[in-house]
């Protein structure tokens, strides 16, 4: 396992018990102002970072007398320094470079480590950084920052990392794990995620976490929030990211960078799961059975039955095949009709333009994100027209009580909230990964 340096931007975090977790510290005497009077055994290495430059001589030489292991110089080269206590180090706080330009970087700089850390924005700047750590020779440090970078900092070995930073009571740097976690992660931790954007709305995360903790399992899910999701597959394969779940508005999207699909997803056109099954990317829509299991649970009879399902995106490809595979009938509408005609041809099912009443349908599927936190509240259609002894399932799960589900109950109609599906599609794609169920009521408590 790569070893966890400890960065410490505050006093207090030198007398916390992150320190007996770490194998070294990291001082950051442009944070703290100075050496810290008091320090314990481990090695330790300080980073100048952007102190007054006239100063750098005399903190160099009392970090020298105290018996630092390293100097994090930057990038200024300090005549008075051996490179044999010289860390050179390059940060850029808005981007990650191609490839061949972080290769350059590193043969810029010179120390007995050296160190680039750059800001991650999406999958390609991750597999940046995995093809330049294939090229660069000699002992260094090539991590991400943010979020999406996080990963580089749980799979340093991987990269070939010297060390790896973590933080105590405060990061020091944007995607900075506490060195807690790190050190209970340990090596070869499995990774799942979530991809899609937006995605401050996701109970995913909380959901995987319990279950992961649940099984025993070490391991991290973590969210990668992209504009797009061009080299996602590579990335898992270079990454060992052992899992993905697929959201808004990728899921039909990343069909193309999957190595097979199962048969549910096939026949949908989209999925919501992926898993990397020994470096070969499987698909999967674990949706349709949320999405059955959630009607099921809310009393709703799918055989036999006549629904509206409003919406044409991988969600509504889901509603459509759940409820015809199991007897259902289905009419499909949406804003734009010709995606509404397009989906009903490929699902074997009806289309209508513009819904002008709810008579004739005795169940009502909202698979648009009107409604979620972040997007317009209005009603995907006029909620006056829905009555009772109609069902309304809004596949919306935050706010848990959508406007549509508030409307339709004061109408008389029985609900069934999205989060119960967003339950039982959860429970299905960590049985995939992890060949574990958990049970509902620990995703259930995590999220309620």
């Known amino acids: 396992m790569t070893r966890i340096c400890l960065s410490i931007g505050i006093t207090e975090d030198l007398f916390s018990p992150s320190v007996d977790m770490s194998d070294l510290l990291e001082l950051r005497v442009d944070k703290l102002g100075a050496i810290p009077?008091?320090?314990?055994?481990?090695?330790?290495i300080v980073t100048l970072g952007d102190t007054d430059h006239d100063h750098?001589?005399?903190i160099v030489q009392e970090a020298l007398d105290r018996g630092a292991w390293l100097i994090d110089v930057g990038e200024h080269h300090i005549d008075q320094l051996d490179e044999e206590f010289m860390m050179m180090s390059h940060h850029d706080w808005d981007i990650t470079p191609p490839t061949e330009r972080i290769i350059d970087l590193f043969s810029s700089l010179r120390g007995q480590v050296r160190k680039c850390a750059f800001m991650v924005n999406c999958y390609?700047?991750?597999?940046?950084?995995?093809?330049a750590s294939a090229s660069i020779r000699g002992r260094r440090v090539l991590i991400g920052m943010g979020e999406l970078g996080a990963i580089t900092r749980i799979r340093s070995d991987i990269l070939g990392n010297e060390f790896t930073f973590a933080h105590g009571g405060r990061a020091t740097a944007p995607g900075q794990l506490p060195v807690e976690e790190m050190r209970e992660l340990g090596e070869d931790p499995v990774i799942l995620g979530v991809t899609g954007r937006p995605l401050g709305h996701s109970l995913s995360p909380p959901m995987h976490r319990a279950a992961l903790k649940a099984s025993g399992i070490r391991g991290k899910y973590l969210r990668f929030d992209v504009p797009e999701i061009d080299m996602m597959g590579a990335f898992m394969k270079a990454y060992d990211v052992r899992g993905m779940n697929v959201t808004i508005p990728y899921k039909v999207q990343a069909l193309s960078q999957m190595d097979s699909l199962d048969a549910t997803a096939k026949a949908v056109g989209a999925i919501n799961t992926i898993s990397n099954e020994g470096g070969n990317l499987v698909g999967y829509n674990t949706d349709v059975l949320g999405i059955k299991e959630a009607l099921w649970s809310g009393g709703y009879r799918i055989e036999g039955g006549n629904a509206l399902v409003v919406g044409t995106g991988g969600a509504a490809r889901?509603?459509?095949?759940?409820?015809?595979?199991e007897g259902g009938g289905v009419t499909v509408t949406g804003r734009d009709p010709e995606k509404a005609r397009a989906l009903a041809e490929d699902m074997r099912c009806m289309d209508i333009d513009k819904v002008m009443g709810m008579e004739g349908f005795d169940l009502v599927v909202n698979c648009t994100p009107l409604g979620m936190e972040g997007f317009p509240e209005d009603s995907p259609f006029d909620v006056r027209e829905i009555h009772e002894g109609q069902t309304v399932f809004d596949m919306v799960y935050r706010p848990r009580e959508t406007p549509l589900i508030r409307e339709a109950a004061a109408q008389g109609a029985k609900t069934i909230e999205g989060i119960e599906m967003l339950i039982h599609q959860a429970l299905a794609?960590?049985?995939?990964?992890?060949?574990?169920?958990?049970?509902?009521?620990?995703m259930r408590e995590a999220v309620l």
């Open 318 to 325: 889901a509603c459509c095949h759940a409820l015809i595979s």
């Open 37 to 44: 009077g008091d320090l314990p055994g481990s090695p330790f």
């Open 429 to 442: 794609s960590f049985r995939i990964w992890t060949g574990k169920d958990v049970g509902q009521d620990v």
């Open 124 to 131: 390609r700047d991750l597999m940046s950084i995995m093809e």
């Open 56 to 58: 750098h001589p005399r």
